[in-house]
């Protein structure tokens, strides 16, 4: 690894930790306020616990980095696939038996209709 010196005042020449700066600043710093350097250690510190093991994030198709680290992102893809298609399912199925219920009423309406009709 080697060091790298940026140009002074031109954050676009280290934009992914300047990211990472902005990202830390926003949802970690601001909103919780810090009354010793120590306790804003701890929450910084919690934050990046935080964003490695539970945050899903979505370039990597909105899993954690340790899912993705312990290579269990195509068990958490097939997953995802499987339960969307027994949700998939479960709607068809829903949907067939309203449209069957009211196909039953507007039959028995429609018969109701015929009898008054006829006599």
């Known amino acids: 690894m080697t060091h790298v010196r940026t140009s ?6 280290n934009g ?9 600043k926003v949802e970690c710093i601001r909103p919780q306020v810090s009354l010793s350097l120590e306790e804003a250690r701890n929450q910084i510190t919690e934050y990046i616990r935080y964003c490695n093991d539970e945050r899903l994030h979505c370039a990597i198709g909105y899993i954690s980095y340790k899912a993705k680290l312990e290579g269990r ?3 958490i ?8 298609e027994a949700a998939s399912e479960a709607r068809k199925r829903k949907r067939l038996e309203v449209r069957l219920r009211f196909d039953c009423q507007q039959i028995s309406t429609t018969k109701a209709n015929f009898n008054s009709l006829t006599q």
Do not use: G
């Not at 002074?8 to 020449?13: L, V």
């Not at 992914?16 to 830390?24: A, D, G, L, M, S």
């Not at 893809?77 to 969307?84: G, I």
């Open 77 to 84: 893809f097939t997953e995802r696939d499987q339960k969307l």
């Open 8 to 13: 002074q005042f031109y954050p676009q020449s």
């Open 73 to 75: 992102d195509a068990q």
């Open 16 to 24: 992914k930790p300047e990211r990472y700066y902005k990202t830390i």
